[in-house]
């Protein structure tokens, strides 16, 4: 029986005056961190939360809080840490919510009984027990940065990178009707993408494997890709840039999503390194996708 993944997190909540400083000063200890208004009030605490796929250094994370605390002249605020089961989030607002209209796709769950829309690309994702493919405002990010690619010609062979449900690699698929190489670290993630991808009738277009980033030597084997998708969080992209390039295409181009709009250029300078400049950035909100090549 798989092991259910774990991720690791802390909170604390703190004057917003002072919640944007808090969360700088924590960045290098999270692969994703948020801080954020409660209950709408303006005059409460705001929540910064740090998330994480392996277990903090709470001696750093507290000793880098109280020195903030005591920069900006406050109490040092108490700091929990804690655990939990990573969601299907992609699935989750498919269930709460009605479908998803980018560009030229049409994502909806298989209740939705209204058909896909003339001119619309059909996309089908239930809940389950997938890792997921990022929160909502990444997604449409994604979707929206295939579809802008797609009007620019052709592509023959795409990566989706941490694919989760398998939207990503899917719209890839339908858009081209060209091969799609699948990879999550989570097992169950790349069960469920395998059999969104028989759903949605390009089962035989796609290849979805367990992979830690690019350790399967199936990926590499996989040929070069002008077209990857990666919506992970920021600091995995940043690591895995050069691995990532040295499996593009010369025209290929690298869609880069899961990090918050102030993470923008922490991501970005590590594929400037690498060779790639930026094409194209999609905003949702409070979140980036970047388009690269």
């Known amino acids: 029986m798989t092991e259910p993944v774990i991720c690791y997190n802390f909170q604390f ?49 507290e000793t880098a809080v109280s020195i903030m605390a005591t920069a900006v002249g406050i109490e040092t605020p108490v700091v929990s840490f804690g655990t939990y089961e990573p969601k299907d989030w992609v699935g989750e607002n498919l269930r709460s919510f009605k479908p998803i209209s980018v560009g030229r796709f049409f994502v909806h769950g298989s209740h939705w009984g209204e058909g896909v829309p003339v001119a619309k690309t059909g996309l089908q994702v239930d809940a389950g027990l997938a890792f997921g493919s990022g929160e909502h405002q990444t997604t449409k990010g994604c979707l929206a940065a295939i579809d802008w690619v797609a009007k620019q010609g052709p592509r023959r062979n795409a990566l989706d990178m941490g694919c989760g449900s398998g939207i990503l690699g899917m719209a890839c698929a339908k858009t081209w009707r060209s091969p799609v190489m699948m990879a999550d670290i989570d097992p169950a993630s790349v069960r469920v993408a395998r059999e969104n991808a028989k759903t949605n009738k390009v089962g035989d277009l796609i290849t979805a494997i367990h992979s830690n980033g690019f350790h399967d030597t199936r990926i590499r084997d996989g040929g070069y890709y002008d077209i990857v998708c990666a919506n992970i969080l920021a600091r995995p992209l940043r690591a895995m840039a050069h691995d990532l390039t040295n499996t593009l295409s010369e025209d290929g181009v690298v869609i880069l999503s899961g990090l918050l709009s102030h993470q923008e250029q922490f991501v970005l300078s590590a594929y400037r390194e690498v060779g790639l400049s930026l094409i194209k950035r999609f905003k949702v909100e409070d979140w980036t996708t970047l388009l690269v090549g």
């Open 13 to 61: 909540d703190v004057d917003g005056a002072y919640a944007a400083a808090f969360a700088e000063a924590l960045f290098d200890y999270c692969d994703a961190l948020s801080h954020f208004e409660r209950n709408g009030d303006p005059s409460a605490p705001w929540r910064v939360e740090g998330f994480a796929g392996e277990m903090f250094d709470r001696g750093a994370v």
